[in-house]
């Protein structure tokens, strides 16, 4: 593997795969993993270990009270404003990216088809308000 690297690359590959195979198992690597966080854990303190990582405040983080359906329909818009961007740019949709305004319809059109699921509101977006 180190050959097809180029030159400059080579040793770089060999000594990252003799690290690699004479690093310790997977399961071995966990477990050392679990116990080093666990020390750090006791190091900081109870106190200490809140979700908001400040000190001391105890304080539970609360989701954004934000509607999915306007974050989807924000994502559209942005397809559309970059849609407008290609086809008023002629070096944006002309030779090699002539593809380019096609990706923006199909961002359009999966964000319909997004904002519909999530319109609807069953199965996985039965949260989604």
């Keep these: 593997m180190a050959d097809r690297v180029g030159p400059a690359w080579g040793p770089v590959v ?9 690093s310790e198992p997977p399961e071995a690597a966990r477990e050392s993993g679990v ?9 900081r303190g109870a106190a200490s270990a809140s979700p908001s990582g400040r000190a001391g405040t105890g304080a539970e983080l609360e989701p954004l009270a934000w509607s999915t359906g306007r974050i989807v329909l924000g994502g559209i818009a942005a397809w559309v404003v970059a849609l407008v961007v290609t086809l008023v740019v002629p070096d ?10 096609w990706c923006c319809v199909a961002g359009i059109l999966l964000g319909f088809l997004g904002y519909s ?11 989604a308000h």
Excluded: F, M, Q
């Design 35 to 43: 116990a080093d966080e666990a020390r750090y854990a006791a190091e």
């Design 92 to 101: 944006l949709h002309t030779g090699e990216r002539s593809w380019w305004p």
């Design 14 to 22: 060999k000594a990252t795969l003799r690290i690699v195979t004479e």
């Design 117 to 127: 699921y999530v319109r609807r509101g069953r199965g996985n977006a039965a949260d």
